[in-house]
C-alpha cells in the first residue's frame, strides 16, 4: 500500500492558499498544533479530525516562547522526517512547518496577557511564561489557518483550558476540541519527553497515574478530597519522585472544586532529568 506524503508549506500565504483551496471545495478545515516529535497521542489527534470528515493540516514548530531560558527548547527533540512518515500513514493533508523568522519576525512586538486558568497555580508556577507563549502562537496559528476546528490533546490540561478560554474572550470562530490521553500499555501518558527517561526512570513513571486513580477512586467513594490528594502525594515522593503539584479542580476554570461541577485531577513531577505532567476526570 501506497502512501501520499502531505503537502509541506512553510509561509503565512501559501498556507492560506491551501485552506482557500479546501473551502473552495467546501470542505472543513481541522488543524492539529504540534512541535513534532510525533508519537501515536499526535496521531489519535489527526484520527479525531479525519472522523469529523475535515481536512487536516498539522503544524509543526518548536515555539522558543515558551521555554523558560533554563528549558530544553535547544535539546527538544525534532524528528521531521519521521513526523512526515506517520503523518502519511495517517493521510494528514498538509504539514505547515514554518521557521522563527515567519512567526516571529523582525520587529515582533506583541503577547497575549493571560489569568483565568493560566494562572491557577499549577503548570504556571513553575512555568510563569509557558502559557503566554503559547497562547500567543495559537491565536497566530488560528489566524493564519482559520481553521474551523483544532484538536488539542487531553494530556496537557491547562494550556487546553486556556486555549479554550482565550479563543472565547479574543472572539476567535475556530472550535476548539480536547481528545483523550493515549497512553503506553502501563498507563504512563504519552509525551515526546519520554524518550529522555532512563530505564529505571521508565519502570517508575507509571505511579503518577496509579497515585491518580486511587486518589479518584477514593474521592468517589466519599473520601475528602484533600485526604486523598494527601495520600497520593506521599505516594508519588515515596516512589522516587520530586513533587511540584498534585491537585484537584474545577474542570471547567481549575478553580477550587465546587458542587456539581466536574473534578480534574492534575499532577507535575520530576524524576531523574524530566519533568512529567498527567491529569484523570474524577
Do not use: W
Not at 498538509?94 to 483565568?116: H, N, Q, R, W
Amino acid at each position: 500500500m501506497t502512501t501520499t506524503m502531505p503537502a509541506i508549506v512553510r509561509t503565512v500565504a501559501d498556507l492560506r492558499a491551501l485552506v482557500a483551496q479546501f473551502r473552495a471545495r467546501g470542505e472543513k478545515v481541522a488543524l492539529v498544533p504540534t512541535m513534532g516529535a510525533l508519537h501515536a497521542g499526535h496521531v489519535s489527534l489527526v484520527e479525531v479530525a479525519k472522523a469529523e470528515g475535515a481536512r487536516v493540516i498539522v503544524s509543526i514548530f518548536v515555539n522558543p516562547t515558551q521555554f523558560a531560558p533554563s528549558e530544553d527548547f535547544s535539546k527538544y527533540p525534532r524528528t521531521f522526517e519521521a513526523d512526515l512518515e506517520k503523518l502519511a500513514a495517517i493521510g494528514a493533508e498538509a504539514v505547515y512547518a514554518p521557521t522563527v523568522d515567519v512567526m516571529y519576525p523582525k520587529g515582533f512586538a506583541t503577547s497575549i496577557s493571560l489569568e483565568g486558568p493560566a494562572l491557577a497555580r499549577l503548570d504556571d508556577v513553575a512555568r510563569p511564561h509557558h502559557f503566554g507563549g503559547v497562547a500567543t502562537i495559537v491565536a497566530k496559528l488560528f489566524t493564519q489557518c482559520g481553521p474551523d476546528m483544532a484538536i488539542f490533546g487531553e494530556k496537557d490540561f491547562q494550556q487546553l483550558a486556556v486555549v479554550r478560554r482565550m479563543a472565547t474572550d479574543l472572539d476567535l470562530a475556530v472550535d476548539v476540541r480536547g481528545a483523550p490521553t493515549i497512553r503506553e500499555a502501563d498507563g504512563l501518558a504519552m509525551s515526546s519527553r519520554n524518550v529522555y527517561l532512563s530505564p529505571d526512570d521508565r519502570a517508575k513513571a507509571p505511579l503518577l497515574h496509579r497515585a491518580m486513580q486511587e486518589a479518584a477512586a477514593a474521592i468517589r467513594s466519599g473520601t475528602a478530597i484533600e485526604t486523598a490528594m494527601t495520600r497520593s502525594r506521599e505516594t508519588i515522593t515515596a516512589g522516587g519522585f520530586a513533587l511540584d503539584y498534585l491537585e484537584c479542580r474545577a474542570a471547567d476554570d481549575l478553580g477550587a472544586p465546587r458542587a456539581g461541577a466536574p473534578l480534574r485531577m492534575l499532577v507535575a513531577a520530576r524524576i531523574g532529568t524530566v519533568r512529567l505532567i498527567d491529569n484523570i476526570g474524577v
